[in-house]
């Protein structure tokens, strides 16, 4: 009998619809290929769940999730929900989330895969061969830190973000991180803003502090806006960054340019057990929800990375990856990834998702890029 696993599907707003059941189909596939079934079901979350639940994260979702090994999402927000008050958009379900499972640790890779050197912004001199992962923290900093609002001070509105962490959750991320690291290149680069910010000060401590305990990885520290350019100027300096929830959610949308679009970075979010909520950073496009013209890749390479750290089913990892990088030599190309003057066949989302099947079924989708 083959083994079960039970996979939470939220499709979410915009093209998260489109491109969810191209990634459940290649990852439906990819299990199979393991003699494992794959078990799905779908739930509301963001605008979808405002409009039919009245509220972006409802009861139901949240006991679907945690009740699954691990969650596949697509993406949240649009204009249509954008003049509601700020706790009610469809993005506080998305963080509701996060913190309701502890998902304290986003890594996002930034891989650049050969075929698309020329889709990047930078030269392709100086983005071949690119592989980043930025791990984010990501249920503390100014995001949660309290206090928060917009108040009324001297008859005048007054908006408040708090940007606070504690010891422990600087700790347990930078561990997460070295030991990536470890794992990879073994250089670690910790961004902050030490010198204006005392959070991030202690930030620097913190990580400083763990060095010793891990000898074989060589660690650095940068200023975020040092680290944005870096970025852009010499990226392939990085291996693992590791930083705040702020810091790194604008530093991971910089890195997905030096992929060739934000529609190929996919995205892990995990507990401390293991359990992930994955999804494609790119967010809901709205603009182009509903015409066939989504990037389903990122939502795959999504799929590949919950077999990679829920699962633990490398080799269904490296069979997505493979049909990625498939399909990408066979020069299949949606539209944001389609540079001027390459021979490239330009497809849709369906079609993309049709051939990364093929690729799967054959020979050409065995082997990771």
């Known amino acids: 009998m083959s083994e079960v696993r039970k996979i939470a599907v939220l499709p979410g707003d915009g093209i998260g619809p489109e491109v969810m059941p191209v990634a459940v189909a290649a990852l439906r596939t990819a299990l199979q290929r393991q003699g494992v079934y794959l078990e799905t079901e779908e739930g509301l979350i963001g605008g979808c769940a405002i409009d039919a639940a009245g509220g972006p994260l409802p009861a139901e979702t949240q006991e679907l999730c945690a009740a699954a090994d691990a969650v596949l999402l697509g993406a949240v927000g649009g204009p249509k929900w954008e003049a509601l008050p700020m706790q009610q958009r469809p993005e506080k379900g998305l963080l509701g989330l996060r913190s309701g499972l502890q998902l304290f640790a986003n890594l996002r890779p930034a891989l650049l895969f050969a075929p698309l050197a020329d889709a990047s912004s930078l030269k392709p001199a100086l983005v071949s061969g690119l592989d980043i992962l930025i791990v984010r923290e990501l249920t503390g900093g100014i995001y949660f830190g309290e206090p928060r609002g917009v108040f009324l001070e001297n008859n005048e509105r007054v908006g408040v973000n708090t940007y606070r962490y504690s010891e422990h959750e600087i700790e347990r991320i930078a561990r997460v991180a070295f030991d990536l690291a470890g794992k990879r290149r073994r250089r670690l680069c910790s961004v902050d803003k030490a010198n204006v910010l005392e959070a991030t000060d202690l930030w620097r401590q913190v990580v400083s502090g763990l060095a010793s305990e891990y000898p074989e ?49 996919p995205s892990a979010s995990l507990a401390a057990d293991g359990f992930g909520l994955y999804e494609p950073v790119h967010g809901s496009a709205p603009d182009i929800a509903g015409q066939d013209r989504a990037n389903p890749l990122a939502t795959v390479l999504s799929a590949a990375m919950l077999c990679r750290y829920s699962l633990n089913l490398p080799g269904a990892a490296a069979a997505l990856e493979g049909a990625v990088d498939a399909v990408l030599r066979q020069g299949l190309r949606t539209a944001d990834i389609a540079a001027e003057g390459q021979g490239v066949e330009l497809v849709g989302t369906q079609a993309m998702g049709e051939a990364l099947l093929a690729a799967l079924e054959s020979s050409a989708g065995g082997e990771a890029p």
Do not use: E
Not at 222 to 229: I, K
């Open 217 to 265: 990885v060589a660690l650095s520290h940068m200023y975020v806006d040092n680290a944005g350019m870096q970025l852009v100027r010499a990226p392939k300096q990085f291996d693992v960054i590791v930083t705040g929830n702020m810091f790194g959610d604008i530093l991971s949308d910089v890195a997905a340019m030096l992929t060739g679009s934000l529609g190929m970075l």
